[in-house]
Protein backbone atom coordinates (compact mmCIF):
# COMPACT_ATOMS: atom_id res chain seq x y z
CA UNK A 1 0.00 0.00 0.00
CA UNK A 2 1.05 3.59 -0.61
CA UNK A 3 -1.43 5.64 1.55
CA UNK A 4 -0.55 9.33 0.76
CA UNK A 5 -2.49 12.39 1.85
CA UNK A 6 -2.40 14.30 -1.57
CA UNK A 7 -1.81 11.68 -3.89
CA UNK A 8 1.33 11.00 -5.47
CA UNK A 9 2.87 15.09 -5.46
CA UNK A 10 6.69 14.49 -5.18
CA UNK A 11 9.72 12.60 -6.63
CA UNK A 12 10.30 10.77 -3.28
CA UNK A 13 6.93 9.37 -3.48
CA UNK A 14 6.51 8.69 -7.17
CA UNK A 15 9.92 6.40 -6.66
CA UNK A 16 8.20 4.82 -3.77
CA UNK A 17 5.55 4.33 -6.03
CA UNK A 18 7.99 2.69 -8.51
CA UNK A 19 9.52 0.43 -5.58
CA UNK A 20 6.41 -1.25 -5.03
CA UNK A 21 5.04 -1.30 -8.48
CA UNK A 22 9.17 -2.73 -9.61
CA UNK A 23 8.88 -1.40 -12.78
CA UNK A 24 7.93 1.74 -14.55
CA UNK A 25 4.43 2.97 -14.32
CA UNK A 26 4.36 3.04 -18.01
CA UNK A 27 4.60 -0.48 -18.17
CA UNK A 28 1.48 -0.74 -15.68
CA UNK A 29 -2.19 -0.71 -15.54
CA UNK A 30 -4.54 0.93 -13.11
CA UNK A 31 -7.94 0.56 -12.43
CA UNK A 32 -9.27 4.24 -10.83
CA UNK A 33 -11.86 4.46 -8.07
CA UNK A 34 -13.83 7.27 -7.76
CA UNK A 35 -16.73 6.18 -5.06
CA UNK A 36 -15.43 8.32 -1.92
CA UNK A 37 -16.19 11.76 -4.04
CA UNK A 38 -20.19 11.02 -3.79
CA UNK A 39 -20.08 10.43 -0.02
CA UNK A 40 -18.58 13.97 1.10
CA UNK A 41 -20.72 17.22 0.30
CA UNK A 42 -17.43 19.48 -0.53
CA UNK A 43 -17.03 16.90 -3.60
CA UNK A 44 -19.16 17.27 -6.75
CA UNK A 45 -19.41 15.67 -10.37
CA UNK A 46 -16.24 18.22 -11.56
CA UNK A 47 -14.14 17.42 -8.58
CA UNK A 48 -14.78 13.00 -9.69
CA UNK A 49 -13.93 14.55 -13.43
CA UNK A 50 -10.64 15.74 -12.10
CA UNK A 51 -9.80 13.04 -10.47
CA UNK A 52 -10.94 10.53 -12.99
CA UNK A 53 -9.06 12.55 -16.50
CA UNK A 54 -5.72 13.66 -14.23
CA UNK A 55 -6.84 17.62 -14.53
CA UNK A 56 -6.20 20.41 -13.72
CA UNK A 57 -3.09 18.47 -12.07
CA UNK A 58 -4.53 15.63 -9.76
CA UNK A 59 -1.36 13.34 -9.10
CA UNK A 60 -3.02 10.07 -9.31
CA UNK A 61 -4.35 8.97 -12.87
CA UNK A 62 -1.93 11.61 -14.60
CA UNK A 63 1.38 10.00 -13.90
CA UNK A 64 1.84 8.32 -17.60
CA UNK A 65 0.35 5.12 -16.86
CA UNK A 66 0.16 2.03 -20.06
CA UNK A 67 -3.41 2.11 -18.93
CA UNK A 68 -6.45 3.40 -16.96
CA UNK A 69 -9.39 2.29 -16.20
CA UNK A 70 -12.36 3.03 -14.30
CA UNK A 71 -14.11 1.17 -11.45
CA UNK A 72 -17.13 2.28 -10.20
CA UNK A 73 -17.93 0.27 -6.52
CA UNK A 74 -21.68 1.64 -6.60
CA UNK A 75 -21.96 -0.42 -9.47
CA UNK A 76 -20.60 -3.68 -9.05
CA UNK A 77 -23.24 -4.86 -7.06
CA UNK A 78 -25.69 -5.08 -10.39
CA UNK A 79 -22.28 -6.21 -12.44
CA UNK A 80 -21.88 -10.08 -12.48
CA UNK A 81 -18.93 -10.99 -9.87
CA UNK A 82 -17.62 -13.00 -12.99
CA UNK A 83 -17.00 -9.63 -14.89
CA UNK A 84 -15.83 -7.19 -12.75
CA UNK A 85 -13.27 -9.39 -10.16
CA UNK A 86 -11.24 -10.23 -14.12
CA UNK A 87 -10.70 -6.18 -14.59
CA UNK A 88 -9.31 -5.91 -10.68
CA UNK A 89 -6.79 -9.03 -10.77
CA UNK A 90 -5.70 -8.03 -14.54
CA UNK A 91 -4.77 -4.36 -12.44
CA UNK A 92 -0.88 -3.72 -11.00
CA UNK A 93 -2.69 -0.63 -9.35
CA UNK A 94 -5.39 0.81 -7.89
CA UNK A 95 -5.67 4.52 -7.83
CA UNK A 96 -8.29 5.60 -4.90
CA UNK A 97 -9.29 9.20 -4.71
CA UNK A 98 -10.72 10.69 -1.51
CA UNK A 99 -14.13 11.60 -0.10
CA UNK A 100 -15.56 10.10 2.72
CA UNK A 101 -13.74 7.32 3.81
CA UNK A 102 -17.08 5.62 5.94
CA UNK A 103 -18.79 5.64 2.12
CA UNK A 104 -15.72 4.42 0.47
CA UNK A 105 -15.50 1.35 3.05
CA UNK A 106 -19.32 0.78 2.80
CA UNK A 107 -19.04 0.19 -1.10
CA UNK A 108 -16.01 -1.26 -0.25
CA UNK A 109 -18.05 -4.10 1.49
CA UNK A 110 -21.20 -3.85 -0.40
CA UNK A 111 -19.15 -4.27 -3.90
CA UNK A 112 -17.30 -7.35 -2.73
CA UNK A 113 -14.35 -5.65 -3.15
CA UNK A 114 -12.83 -5.80 0.20
CA UNK A 115 -13.37 -10.21 0.14
CA UNK A 116 -10.56 -9.48 -3.03
CA UNK A 117 -8.40 -7.89 -1.69
CA UNK A 118 -6.43 -10.58 0.42
CA UNK A 119 -5.87 -12.14 -3.43
CA UNK A 120 -4.24 -9.06 -4.43
CA UNK A 121 -1.19 -9.78 -3.69
CA UNK A 122 1.01 -8.44 -6.25
CA UNK A 123 -1.16 -5.21 -6.85
CA UNK A 124 -0.54 -2.07 -5.23
CA UNK A 125 -3.01 0.08 -3.60
CA UNK A 126 -2.70 3.86 -4.02
CA UNK A 127 -4.85 5.58 -1.74
CA UNK A 128 -5.08 9.43 -1.31
CA UNK A 129 -6.65 10.88 1.69
CA UNK A 130 -10.42 8.90 2.05
CA UNK A 131 -9.03 6.34 -0.07
CA UNK A 132 -5.85 6.42 2.35
CA UNK A 133 -8.17 6.49 5.71
CA UNK A 134 -10.10 3.62 4.57
CA UNK A 135 -7.40 0.77 5.40
CA UNK A 136 -7.07 2.22 9.11
CA UNK A 137 -9.14 1.29 11.93
CA UNK A 138 -11.03 4.62 12.68
CA UNK A 139 -11.14 8.31 10.91
CA UNK A 140 -12.28 9.82 13.84
CA UNK A 141 -15.75 11.77 14.14
CA UNK A 142 -13.72 15.62 12.41
CA UNK A 143 -13.85 13.18 9.43
CA UNK A 144 -17.48 11.70 9.28
CA UNK A 145 -19.77 13.31 6.48
CA UNK A 146 -21.61 10.58 5.69
CA UNK A 147 -23.41 7.39 8.01
CA UNK A 148 -23.61 3.81 7.18
CA UNK A 149 -27.17 2.57 7.39
CA UNK A 150 -25.03 0.03 9.82
CA UNK A 151 -24.34 2.82 12.18
CA UNK A 152 -20.41 0.79 11.90
CA UNK A 153 -18.31 3.76 12.21
CA UNK A 154 -15.38 1.57 11.91
CA UNK A 155 -13.28 1.24 8.81
CA UNK A 156 -10.70 -1.52 7.93
CA UNK A 157 -7.92 -1.70 9.87
CA UNK A 158 -5.66 -3.22 7.11
CA UNK A 159 -2.98 -1.01 8.88
CA UNK A 160 -2.71 -0.50 12.56
CA UNK A 161 -2.46 3.30 12.59
CA UNK A 162 -4.92 5.84 11.89
CA UNK A 163 -4.11 9.52 10.09
CA UNK A 164 -5.31 13.20 9.96
CA UNK A 165 -4.32 14.29 6.15
CA UNK A 166 -4.07 17.55 4.56
CA UNK A 167 -2.15 19.48 7.60
CA UNK A 168 -1.04 23.02 6.50
CA UNK A 169 1.87 23.57 7.38
CA UNK A 170 1.96 27.79 6.43
CA UNK A 171 -0.23 30.20 8.31
CA UNK A 172 -3.37 30.58 5.92
CA UNK A 173 -3.00 27.83 3.73
CA UNK A 174 -5.67 25.94 2.96
CA UNK A 175 -6.08 22.48 5.19
CA UNK A 176 -5.86 21.23 8.94
CA UNK A 177 -4.07 23.08 12.02
CA UNK A 178 -2.31 21.31 14.65
CA UNK A 179 -5.09 22.27 16.83
CA UNK A 180 -7.58 20.64 14.37
CA UNK A 181 -5.02 17.46 14.52
CA UNK A 182 -4.46 17.58 18.26
CA UNK A 183 -8.49 17.36 18.84
CA UNK A 184 -8.81 14.76 16.37
CA UNK A 185 -6.18 12.39 17.67
CA UNK A 186 -7.85 12.68 21.45
CA UNK A 187 -11.02 10.17 20.02
CA UNK A 188 -8.51 8.00 18.20
CA UNK A 189 -7.07 4.97 19.65
CA UNK A 190 -4.05 3.49 18.66
CA UNK A 191 -1.30 5.52 16.90
CA UNK A 192 -1.80 8.23 14.84
CA UNK A 193 0.01 10.56 12.13
CA UNK A 194 -0.83 14.38 11.34
CA UNK A 195 0.76 14.24 7.78
CA UNK A 196 1.09 17.30 4.69
CA UNK A 197 0.19 16.29 1.23
CA UNK A 198 3.68 15.93 0.38
CA UNK A 199 3.57 12.78 3.00
CA UNK A 200 2.64 9.09 2.35
CA UNK A 201 3.18 5.72 4.05
CA UNK A 202 4.43 2.55 2.33
CA UNK A 203 3.01 -0.33 3.94
CA UNK A 204 4.28 -3.86 2.74
CA UNK A 205 4.05 -6.97 4.70
CA UNK A 206 3.22 -5.20 7.87
CA UNK A 207 6.38 -2.54 7.71
CA UNK A 208 5.11 0.64 7.61
CA UNK A 209 7.68 3.45 6.63
CA UNK A 210 7.19 7.16 5.80
CA UNK A 211 8.64 9.14 2.72
CA UNK A 212 8.17 13.07 2.91
CA UNK A 213 9.52 15.82 1.38
CA UNK A 214 6.82 18.05 3.91
CA UNK A 215 5.63 17.85 7.29
CA UNK A 216 5.14 14.15 9.30
CA UNK A 217 4.44 14.09 12.92
CA UNK A 218 3.26 11.05 14.87
CA UNK A 219 0.77 12.10 17.69
CA UNK A 220 0.24 8.93 19.69
Request: with cysteine; aromatic share 8%; hydrophobic share 45%.
Amino acid sequence: MLLTSGGVTNPSIEAALVGLLGRPVSECDALCIPTAEWGHPYCNPQKAWQFVTGRPSNPMTGLGWKSVGLLELTALPTVERERWVPWVRDADVLLVDGGDALYLCHWMRESGLVDLLPELTDTVWVGMSAGSMVMTPQVGEDFIQWRPPSGDLSTLGLVDFSICPHMAVEEGAWGNTMADAEGWVAEIDGPAYAVDDQTAFVVVDGEVEVVSEGFWKQLQ
